[in-house]
């Protein structure tokens, strides 16, 4: 219940900057890999940006070069720090944490970004 809160997302112009943090209460924060996820209106949720548990990272294309992932142990926040904003980022955005051996996965309830002119 409640093991990841996102914060973060509002409303802003086109070509502006936010920034998106997850917030986990699990103690082993440190040996889940972290993501992010987009949901367009109307659309599926799709992968955005991913760090392990070692610090590597991963983005989709759509946003490589304009979002960067980190992750911070002393307070077990994962930020997602998204620049160069488009109209076509709005949507709820979804941090999950992936957990093996054993296998656990959480999903936090969302924040809204919307990109408009």
């Known amino acids: 219940q409640g093991e990841l809160v996102e914060s973060g997302g509002d409303s802003v112009l086109p070509g502006g900057s936010l920034k998106l943090t997850c917030t986990a209460s699990m103690y082993s924060f440190d040996d889940f890999d972290m993501n992010w996820y987009h949901r367009a209106p109307g659309e599926r949720r799709e992968f955005i940006a991913k760090?392990?548990?070692?610090?590597?990272?991963r983005y989709a294309d759509s946003v490589k070069g304009r979002f960067t992932i980190t992750r911070h142990s002393a307070n077990r926040t994962v930020v997602l720090q998204m620049n160069n904003l488009r109209p076509e980022d709005t949507g709820v955005y979804y941090c999950?944490?992936?957990?093996?051996?054993?296998?656990?996965?959480?999903w936090g309830q969302g924040t809204q970004v919307i990109v408009s002119s």
């Open positions: 760090i392990t548990a070692g610090g590597t990272t």
């Open positions: 999950a944490a992936n957990l093996y051996h054993p296998n656990i996965d959480y």
